[in-house]
Every structure is written in C-alpha cells, then in structure tokens.
C-alpha cells in the first residue's frame, strides 16, 4: 500500500520497500567513498631542511647563489612553506655561533642540514652522528671532513674541490698577470681548516720562483684598513685573498682596500671580481648549489649520506676585471686573457 505526499508526512509515494533499499545503497556508498575521500585528503609530507648561513638575513637572501639553490630545489618538487620548511640559522659573521646553531638544529631533528665553508661544516658534523649533512667545501677530503671521494662514510656528503690544484693554479696567473712579481702577499682566515692549507700550497709554489711570502691573518675585520697599512709596509706588490665564509662576507672592503693601496689582488671566487676586485680563478659556486641542491633531494627521499659519493665542482672559471686592471695601471698579457672565461669591460 502506498501513501500519498501530503504537508504533515513528506513521504514519498514510492513503496517502503525500494526507500529502504535506496538507504542501504546510499549507506554502503558512502561507507566506500569514506576511505577514498580520506585518502585524497591525507596532508603532503612536509621536509625540514637546517642551513647553517654564515651571512645577515639580508646579504643571505639576496645572494643569486641561494636563490640558484631555491630554485633547484622548487624545480625538484619542493616548496617553501608548502611541502619544505627551511630552519636558517644567520651567524651574520660571527663564526662561533655555528657549534650552538648546529646542535640546535640536531634537536630538532631536522631532515638534513646544509653547510658550506669546512668550517661550518666540521661544527655540524660535532653537533650530530645522526642528521645528514649536506656540504659544499673547499677541501673536505684535506681536512678530515671525509674518509674519501667514493666512500665518504658517517653523515657527510655534497661537493668538494682540492685545495692542493686551485691554489697552484691561481698563483701561476697572478704571477702571469704581473710578471714584476717580488714578494707576494696572502690574506686568510686562519679559523677556517682549508685556509692554511691553500697557504701552505702557495707558500711551495712561491718558493719556486724565490718569491717570499708574506702571510696575513685575518681573524677581526673591524682593523682590516689598520692590517693593510701594516702589510703595505712589506712592500708587496701582488695578494692572493683566500675565500671563505669570512672573507666573502667582507669581500667589498677587502676589494676597496686593495684598490686603496694599488695591488693586484687574486680573490677565489668570482663575486669578488664582480665587487670590483682584478682576476679570479676558482669553482663555479653557482654550479656547486645546483649540484647540492640534488644531494638535499636525495637525503629528503631516504639516502644514507655514506652511500652518496661526494662530487667535485664540475666548471671552473677564470674571471678578469680589465676596468680595474686599468685603474691600477696593469696590462693583462694576452696569454692570460686568452684563458679568461669572462672580462668585465
């Protein structure tokens, strides 16, 4: 029997039997979508990624390098402040607020942590036996960061150069670019594990030409000015500025006061030169982020560090600044320009 619709029932004219089942399809229905919808919406996992930065905030995200590396990294699937969280630490010069950055990050326990200068990293790698560490350094294998290339072994991996070939190689084209070459000036961070090493390199080379050199310990930048009117003293008339976080911190004073003080300055990366500076001749750091960017993915997606071998920069560069080669009065000979990878006009 059936019913009629009326205003005080709302019941459909349809039999009782066919609702009931129209009920348990519906019921059932839902009871199997659940799931699926459940599923769809379960939230995107999210990386935590620590980066020990050696500069201000300011310097730091204004540098095309990091953004290189942002940009490397978003092309590898991962967003800030979606499916990646970035915890930037900013030491903003001072090299001793890296050990207690690191263990912070350790108890955090983020996914990875990302350093470069050797440094910067050996604080990390005291700070923690558990959490990767991802690096870019100037000789990791030289200063006991690694066990080796192919096996680096414990919870270091990333990019490398060696120290020993850059430092030659950088002292041959000073020396060719001025060829007057007398006493030799090297200017380093003597905090930084890879910067004796690249003055011992140099000091050997240097010998072989009978040139003394003369070596300059910066560890207060605040009495650079005060440091090279000191060295001036010695009469140099050539200076190799050893990169590191320090020095590249502070590389448009270090180019202003060798412009100041006319000498020709050898710096080991090119942002140096792009300050202002004469010739570099070093890694292509935007190519080392790039490469790093692809070691943070890999450890985000589950590889053991120890099981990555660590690369070496795969391009390097020789920069030439012949608008400041002109301001000192220098010619650059034609042997070296011709190795030159860019001139600044």
Known sequence: MSESRDGKTGLSSRPDGWARRWFLVALAGGLLAAPLASEAQQPEKVARLGWLANATPAIHFADPNNKAFMNRLRELGYVEGRNLVIERRFAEGRM???????????????????????????????????????????????????????????NVTGVTCITNDLSAKR????????????????????????????????????????????????????????????????????????????TA?????????????RLPTMYGFREFVDAGGLISYGADYRG???????????????????????????????VINLKTAKALGLTIPPSVLAQADEVIQ
């Not at 911190?249 to 003080?261: D, E, S």
């Open 96 to 154: 001793e607020r890296h050990r207690a950055f690191a263990e912070g990050l350790a108890r955090l326990k983020v996914d990875a942590i990302f350093a470069y200068g050797d440094h910067v990293i050996q604080m990390a790698k005291e700070a923690t036996n558990d959490v990767p560490i991802v690096m870019i350094a100037c000789d990791a294998l030289a200063t006991g960061l690694i066990s080796s290339l192919a096996h680096p072994g414990g």
């Open 171 to 246: 002292a041959d084209l000073l020396r060719q670019t001025v060829p007057t070459l007398q006493r030799l000036a090297v200017l380093y961070n003597p905090a930084d594990p890879h910067t004796a090493l690249e003055l011992k390199h140099t000091r050997e080379v240097a010998e072989t030409w009978k040139v003394p050199v003369q070596p300059l310990e910066v560890r207060d930048f605040d009495q650079l000015e005060s440091l090279f009117a000191s060295m001036m003293k010695e009469r140099p008339n050539a200076l190799i500025t050893i990169a590191d976080n320090l």
């Open 249 to 261: 911190l502070h590389k448009t004073r270090i180019v202003g006061l060798a412009a100041k003080n």
């Open 288 to 318: 080392m982020m790039l490469q790093a960017a692809v070691y943070v993915d890999k450890i985000l997606k589950g590889a053991k560090p120890a099981d990555l071998p660590v690369e070496q920069p795969t391009k390097f560069e020789l």
